[in-house]
């Protein structure tokens, strides 16, 4: 069976290596050097935060959108994807006031985010973590995990400003762009 849960920790040392972190919108992280993923919970938190997630089901797609997105999207760890990004996101109470139709609408009718994604898969890598799942405390409600090759770097970049120009980002509050290379 695989983990559902990950923990993203801040540390001095390890396998991602912080090349920029950047605050997009509402408080900041505190700075960091490394990166460690951890499948379950970790011991001790090694560095000044770490962030947790669960991998779930797959939520606001249709079935013909998430057989599609299967076809073409690739797992993790690929060969030559040793950029990566951790992008944090909160999003306001007026986004978790809609009913789950209401923010399908806002995420694909309005926004097209699936359909966006799906421009720049296979190249690009993801998974999603939800946050609100385990509890209210979290800091976030979502951590995305993107992976990339360095040659697909401004592709990442085109999706990331597709995104944040939609519809749906006028409800996040609180957003951190961590950019990291290893792997």
């Not at 947790?52 to 797959?58: A, F, H, K, L, Q």
């Not at 399908?104 to 890598?125: D, F, K, T």
Request: hydrophobic share 40%; aromatic share 8%.
């Amino acid at each position: 069976m695989s983990p559902r849960l990950f923990t993203f920790s801040a540390a001095h040392h390890g396998p991602w290596v912080v090349v920029n972190q950047t605050t997009v919108a509402g408080a900041p992280l505190p700075q960091a050097s490394h990166l460690r993923i951890q499948a379950g919970a970790p011991a001790s938190a090694p560095g000044p935060w770490s962030l947790r997630g669960i991998t779930s089901n797959e939520r606001y797609v249709e079935r013909a959108e998430r057989e599609a997105l299967v076809s073409r999207q690739v797992g993790l760890g690929q060969a030559g994807h040793t950029c990566a990004a951790l992008i944090p996101i909160r999003k306001s109470s007026a986004w978790w006031a809609l009913t789950q139709d209401e923010r399908r609408h806002v995420l694909e009718e309005q926004s097209q985010h699936i359909r966006l994604g799906m421009n720049y898969l296979p190249q690009i890598a993801r998974r999603l973590h939800h946050c609100r799942d385990l509890s209210d405390n979290e800091p976030f409600d979502f951590l995305t995990w993107f992976e990339y090759a360095p040659r697909d770097t401004g592709l990442f970049e085109e999706l990331l400003n597709a995104l944040r120009g939609s519809p749906e980002w006028a409800y996040v509050e609180r957003e951190t762009d961590i950019r990291l290379v290893g792997g």
